[in-house]
């Protein structure tokens, strides 16, 4: 090759070389062009799938949300009907005590106006002493309790053996929270005269202040063996927790067991407390371990009517029923659920069947507030 040859050549050869890593450049800067839109398509995705899956996410977190709400709305809603269901009870209840007042006062005005009449043909030391528990009388229920007493301590030293004074000083001190001196002037009025129910009723109140529990019970069984004091006691506050008591004396005589007795127990505290729900649910514990416990069916019975669960309240005192048919208070709540119903002969039918067991029932239907209704639909006659 010659001289002028070789110097060409390698120019050839760089030019060359130089075009070939023009290609390699362009040839790479292709391949990221070509890839590029790829990168920037699968980062789109993925900010676009993070983001769907957060909105999900937010969605599902706003849909337990308003399901907690709605269960919440749900249970304020319970409430609030249960809430008006006590509140219309209670108003029946005062529609009833103001009723019981208005004829209270209609047979006190009665009595006055026969004592009023017929004093003055008593001998003079009994007109004297009428007048003297009169005079008491009015005394207390204005709430002159000083004056009340010393009405009362008069006619006892003009008396002594008088059980109606004792009994009236008696009722007095209990009224004003003196116990103990309650309890002396009852059992005076008790031993003077052993049937006189309504003494032995405040004697038994009295008793189980100065927590004589015992003897409380036996006064109270006995007072309460008069129907119209029994009637009374029903409705009055102060025997309430007492009842409760005996109510819990009575579950556990009925169970077999400790875990039947702690069941009942548990349903009685709730009852007491307004949560039936709670009550029925312990009533259902002790029924899974005896469901033949007749007591406990009709607790059960009660509480699901007092939950207005009238159908299933029907069925717990009916099986009560065909277990103690000669219970009266067992006929006359499955009255009360019945007419719930719009069942109205049928309560008639299950009233007249709570007069057959215990004709004394009468008295203590005639005085609790929820048988108002039921009485008014079936008729004064009922």
Known sequence: MSAEAAPASARVDAITAGLREQ????????????LLPLVVGVGVLATAWWGVREAQRRNDALAAQQQLLAQRIGEQQAQQQALEQRLGEQQAAIDEL??????????????????????????APDRAEVERLEQGLTQARGGDTAAALRVYDEAIRGDEGNALS?????????????????????????????????????????????????????????????????????????YQPI???????????SARSADEKAAIDRGLKAARRGDFDAAVAAYDEALA????????????????YRTRAFEAALASLDAAVRIAPTNAELHYNRALTLWRLD???????????????????????????????????????R
């Open 343 to 381: 069942r109205v002969d049928a309560a008639g039918v299950a009233l007249q069947a709570a007069y057959g067991a215990d004709p004394a029932y009468r008295a203590v239907v005639a005085r609790d507030p929820q048988s108002r209704a039921l009485r008014t639909a079936l008729g004064s006659g």
């Open 98 to 123: 103001a009723a019981q007042r208005a004829a209270l006062d209609r047979e006190i005005a009665s009595r006055k106006d026969l004592l009023e009449r017929y004093a003055a043909r008593l001998p």
């Open 23 to 34: 290609d390699r450049r362009l040839r790479r800067r292709t391949l990221w062009l070509t």
């Open 289 to 304: 371990i005896r469901p033949d416990n007749a007591r406990v069916l009709g607790w059960k019975g009660y509480a699901l």
């Open 243 to 253: 009842r409760g008591v005996l109510d819990a004396q009575a579950g556990q005589a």
């Open 166 to 238: 004792h009994r009236l000083r008696g009722e007095t001190l209990w009224a004003a929270g003196d116990a103990e001196a309650a309890r002396a002037s009852l059992a005076r009025a008790v031993a003077i005269d052993p049937t006189d129910a309504q003494a032995r009723y405040t004697l038994g109140l009295a008793l189980w202040a100065l927590d004589r529990r015992d003897e409380a019970i036996t006064e109270l069984q006995r007072a309460q063996q008069d129907t119209e004091v029994l009637a009374r006691a029903l409705q009055d506050p102060a």
